[in-house]
Structures are given as structure tokens and as C-alpha cells.
């Protein structure tokens, strides 16, 4: 079954600040030959910086290297229209999107500098699918996964910035009660902006703090939302690959079948100083080539039916109602 697949979430951009970095490296998941032989015909990339000195440096410079990924024949600036189009068969269709808004806007800067940088980022990628307010730690915008600050008041000029931007907000590294408060927030002013939470499980299967709690992701997919698998192993289970189909088994009780997608969040993990996590995913899951397998997984324990959903459909869908 040679299935489109779609990634909610990446971080080549990241590795390829590395002057000595390629595209085609074979030394993280997500470079070109694993994403061609992977068949993933949408692959987001992210945009990433840490809070801190020249973290708008580092996000400035992703979105040149963005600009210049669409120029190489290999990528293609993906539109959900003409993506199985003859001339991108072998050709992989990205999107950009932001992992942090420290990546235009950083803690001493005044708003309205940050926002031109923002602007500038979105001209250099001609579209940014989605903005994560935060990454572990806390901003000025709110909390991350590793803090418990809430939406702060920059945060909320930033929602309000992007309110009819047709830009997403991801809730995958949020402190819980910034989600809840980003939720009371859109709903207060009546804003209709999507939600998803481009690379999260389910905390009741595993319990780590960047797994969703069932709250949370209930209000997710009661907005019609994404909820994309992340196969980093201390997402799924540290010992247990296979309880990635437990995910996707909690994630349908919840009533998430529509909102399921694929978010593998595969980044260069081998200079990570934390040794004890390597290597950072189970070889079921250790790059994009093994998209074809895991369908054939999900379609023997599941259906066919769950697995267009899951490897392409429910992303289509999503990005029909942003842009439509």
C-alpha cells in the first residue's frame, strides 16, 4: 500500500543551521532520502529557537534556509490542491511553521520589532502553518511544558495579532494552563483560530508532561483539531515501541478519529547531552522511511479506513478549512 503520508512536525531546518549539514544526511530522520522513500508528500517544518540570546537570529535564519529548500528541485511550497500533481511525484511538499515565538520575538524586544519579524519570516516562507507559543521553559508570551505559568499579556496581543492570519495555534509544548487559558482566550474574544497539537500523546497511555492530559485533548478535537503522534520514546513508552497503537487506540476512545495525524518530531539527537535517552527512538520508529510499515501496522490492528485518516486525510482536511 504506497499511502501518502504527512508529518505535522520536524526540525531539519534546526539541524541545517550546521554549516557542515545536508539535506540528505542520513544522520537525522527526517532528511530527503527518508522522506522520498517514506512517501511523505507534506513534511512541516519547523522553525525552532530557545528562549535566549539571539533566538531570533536562529529563527530569522531558518526562514532563508526555508526559502531556499523550495527552490531545490527535491521540495516543493506544498498546496493542498495540486500535492499528487505529476511533476511533485518524487518530490516532498513542505510547510513552515514556528516551534517557539522566541524565534522572532525575543524577551527584551519590543513587540512591535518581534512582529516585524514575524512578518519577515512569513515573506521568506509564504506561509507559516502554525505558531507554538512556547517551547520547555517560559517566555514573555507564557509557559512551556517544564514550566506552570499561564497566557501572559504579550501573550494575548500575540493571539490577537494572528487572530485572522489563518495561522494555526500548537499546543504541543504549553504548560497545561497555558492551553486552558489560550482556549478561554480565543473563546472571549470569539476568535476562530485553529488549534492543533502538532507533536503530543496522550498522557493517560504515558505520563509525561508533553503528552496531553484527556481535558485537553478532548477540547482539541471537539474544535475539530490535530492531534499528531510524536514517536520520540519518551512520548510512547520508554521500553514499549508498540504501544504507539495504544496512543492511537486512546486517541479514538476520546472520539479522535478525525483529528489523528502523524507528528514524529524527528530532530538530531546524537550531540544531546542527556546520554541515558540515546538513541531517542525505537528502530520501528527511527526515521521517515518507516511510514509504510506503521500503515500496515494500523491497518492490520484498525482499518484502511484509519489509516488514509491518520497518514494523510485528516491533515488534508484540517488545512482545507484553514486556507479554504
Known amino acids: 500500500m504506497n499511502t501518502v503520508n504527512i508529518d505535522l512536525h520536524c526540525d531539519l531546518l534546526y539541524y541545517l543551521l550546521s ?35 539571539n533566538s531570533t537570529g536562529y ?18 511550497l506544498f498546496d493542498h490542491d495540486h500535492y499528487n500533481a505529476p511533476q511533485n511525484k518524487n518530490r516532498v511538499g513542505v510547510i513552515a511553521s514556528i516551534e517557539n515565538a522566541s524565534a522572532f520575538c525575543d524577551e527584551d524586544q519590543s513587540l512591535e520589532s518581534g512582529f516585524k519579524n514575524l512578518e519577515t519570516i512569513i515573506q521568506n516562507t509564504e506561509k507559516v502553518f502554525y505558531i507554538g507559543i512556547t517551547h520547555h521553559l517560559e517566555n514573555r508570551f507564557g509557559g512551556g511544558n517544564s514550566a506552570a505559568a499561564g497566557l501572559k499579556e504579550d501573550g494575548k496581543v500575540l493571539i490577537d495579532y494572528i487572530a485572522d492570519r489563518k495561522i494555526a495555534i500548537d499546543l504541543a509544548h504549553t504548560s497545561d494552563q497555558l492551553a486552558y487559558d489560550i482556549f478561554n482566550y480565543i473563546d472571549q474574544r470569539n476568535y476562530s483560530i485553529p488549534i492543533l497539537a502538532s507533536h503530543s500523546n496522550y498522557r493517560s497511555v504515558y505520563k509525561n508532561n508533553r503528552n496531553l492530559p484527556d481535558e485537553l485533548a478532548k477540547e482539541v478535537i471537539t474544535r475539530k483539531g490535530l492531534i499528531g503522534l510524536n514517536f520520540i520514546k519518551d512520548y510512547v513508552d520508554i521500553h514499549h515501541p508498540e504501544r504507539l497503537y ?18 514524529a518530531d524527528y530532530f538530531y539527537w546524537k550531540d544531546h547531552p542527556d546520554k541515558a535517552r540515546h538513541p531517542f527512538f525505537f528502530p520501528e520508529h527511527s526515521n521517515a522511511s518507516v511510514y509504510p510499515a506503521i500503515n500496515h501496522e494500523i491497518e492490520q490492528r484498525f482499518s484502511s479506513e484509519l489509516v488514509e485518516k491518520i497518514s494523510h486525510r485528516n491533515v488534508l482536511n484540517f488545512l482545507e478549512r484553514i486556507y479554504k
Do not use: R, W
Request: aromatic share 10%; net charge negative; charged share 20%.
Open 19 to 53: 554549516p557542515d549539514a545536508a539535506i540528505d544526511d542520513k544522520e537525522i530522520g527526517c532528511s530527503l532520502p527518508y522522506l522520498q522513500e517514506g512517501n511523505v508528500k507534506l513534511q512541516v517544518m519547523a522553525i525552532y529557537a530557545g528562549t535566549g540570546a
Open 59 to 76: 529563527g530569522l535564519e531558518q526562514s532563508k534556509l526555508f526559502a531556499n529548500l523550495i527552490k531545490n528541485e527535491n521540495f516543493f
Open 246 to 263: 495504544e496512543h492511537i487506540q486512546y486517541g479514538l476512545d476520546l472520539g479522535g478519529e478525525d483529528c489523528i495525524a502523524y507528528g
